[in-house]
């Protein structure tokens, strides 16, 4: 099992950065695949990024793909989300979540999910 706590969202305008970061329990978090979903208002959960256990690969949806970073340290048990260039529509409650298996966006294939963390970016 792995427990996945968030942190680090807030309130910021248009253009600033923001990091987020997700602290894991569990040995299992150094064997599975890690990602980041959102959620804006009356919107479906979506896919921002992920990347593998040894943080040798990552992937990233289009919308956010140079502006975000996602990096992972095994050691400490952690996730972060390194965000750049915020807009508007990069509001939403942030989710870091695990699947066990292969990597990709589908919500579905996530096995474990945090509480989430609320950004909102102003224009």
């Known amino acids: 099992q792995v427990r996945l706590v968030e942190s680090g969202g807030g309130l910021v305008q248009a253009g600033d950065s923001l990091t987020l970061a997700c602290t894991a329990s569990g040995r299992a978090f150094q064997h599975i695949t890690m990602g980041w979903f959102r959620q804006a208002p009356g919107s479906e959960r979506e896919f921002v990024a992920a990347i593998t256990w040894s943080g040798l690969s990552t992937y990233y949806a289009d919308s956010v793909k140079g502006r975000f970073t996602i990096a992972r340290d095994n050691a400490k048990n952690t996730l972060n989300l390194q965000m750049n260039s915020l807009k508007p529509e990069d509001r939403g409650v942030y989710y870091c979540?695990?699947?066990?298996?292969?990597?990709?966006?589908?919500?579905?294939?996530?096995?474990?999910w945090g509480q989430g963390t609320q950004v909102t970016v102003s224009s």
């Open positions: 979540a695990g699947r066990t298996n292969g990597i990709g966006e589908d919500v579905d294939k996530y096995d474990y």
